[in-house]
């Protein structure tokens, strides 16, 4: 089998747009990857691009009160006319968990929880079977794992910068440059 033929594990990973995708709804996104396989495909949510809104401003009943300050984000550019929500925690041996598309009563009881980040979701990010790894293989997504700090920070723009800034020198030098070099 060669290097190309190998396949990559990358559930639970953090995928960073390459510069290079600087058009569109991937434009500096970063993306936790909840499912992977290479039968399967890929399925993640961005997590730094909030819509301004909260779950509130669109489940008005009153079942919904416990999650009406929940932040709305836009998960990626397939079914966007569903609100999802998702609960994100850390277990006891440092890594990252996930619940996604859940149910607003799991929500309800995962905001409940000291350290749980619950998040609700228009859209999320698809790939078919062998379409992701293709693309790392042409550079377009950056993979690194998530830190244990990525709950507490802003999940807005400024995530891509500060995810990259703290990986290497050359990810650091990626993360200051303008978003068009032409500009400089």
């Known amino acids: 089998m060669s290097e190309t033929d190998s396949p990559i594990h990358l559930q639970g990973q953090i995928l960073l747009a390459d510069p290079s995708l600087h058009d569109g709804i991937f434009d500096r996104s970063v993306i936790l990857l909840a499912d992977h396989s ?3 495909g890929a399925f ?4 730094n691009h909030p819509t301004g809104h909260s779950v509130g401003d669109f489940l008005k009943e009153p079942a919904f009160d416990p999650l009406k300050h929940v932040a709305v984000h836009l998960g990626g550019p397939v079914s966007r006319e569903h609100l999802t929500f998702s609960a994100f925690w850390w ?7 996930w619940h996604v598309r859940i149910p607003a009563e799991l929500a309800i009881k995962h905001s409940r929880k000291p350290g749980t980040l619950v998040r609700a979701f228009v859209g999320y990010s ?10 790392i293989r042409r550079n377009t997504w950056i993979t ?3 830190n244990t700090d990525l709950l507490g920070q802003s999940h807005d723009r400024e995530l891509w910068a500060e995810i990259l800034r703290s990986m290497s020198p050359y990810h650091r030098i990626l993360a200051e440059a303008p978003e068009d070099p032409r500009s400089n």
Do not use: C, H, V
Request: proline share 4%; charged share 30%.
């Open 38 to 40: 290479a039968e399967n």
């Open 44 to 47: 993640g949510l961005i997590l």
């Open 91 to 97: 277990a006891e041996d440092n890594r990252l968990k």
């Open 126 to 135: 698809g790939w078919t079977a062998g379409q992701l790894e293709g693309e």
């Open 144 to 146: 690194t794992r998530p």
